[in-house]
């Protein structure tokens, strides 16, 4: 497993932007697919985005794409979730999350983060 820090959540106007990073510890991050999760207050976790381990091939939710790129550095232990044109209902906790495979099922995933909590006002 890894242990993951997320950091850059924050408050940010509507059509705002913010980057999200989270930075993991451990020398078996680059083995590792990663995701971003969101949960807002009384609704489910729900998955935002997801990378490869070579941060290649990528997946997002239809109420993200086009809006939020992730990406990652296996130099730096570091996955990031560049959020652009945000709404309201983009506010959430966001959580990043390690998994063996290329996954968006959230039950899937073994390390999770604390979260970071971003809200979008309008």
């Known amino acids: 497993q890894v242990q993951l820090v997320e950091s850059g959540g924050g408050l940010v106007q509507a059509g705002g932007s913010l980057r999200l990073s989270c930075a993991a510890s451990?020398?078996?991050?680059?083995?590792?697919?990663m995701g971003w999760f969101r949960q807002a207050p009384g609704k489910e976790r729900e998955f935002v985005a997801a990378?490869?381990?070579?941060?290649?091939?990528?997946y997002y939710a239809d109420s993200v794409k086009g809006r939020f790129t992730i990406s990652r550095d296996n130099a730096k232990n570091t996955v990031y979730l560049e959020m652009n044109s945000l709404k309201p209902e983009d506010t959430a906790v966001y959580y990043c999350?390690?998994?063996?495979?290329?996954?968006?099922?959230?039950?899937?995933?073994?390390?999770w983060g604390q979260g970071t909590q971003v809200t979008v006002s309008s």
């Open positions: 999350a390690a998994a063996r495979r290329l996954i968006t099922t959230p039950t899937m995933y073994d390390s």
């Open positions: 451990g020398r078996t991050f680059s083995r590792y697919a």
């Open positions: 990378i490869s381990w070579s941060g290649g091939p990528s």
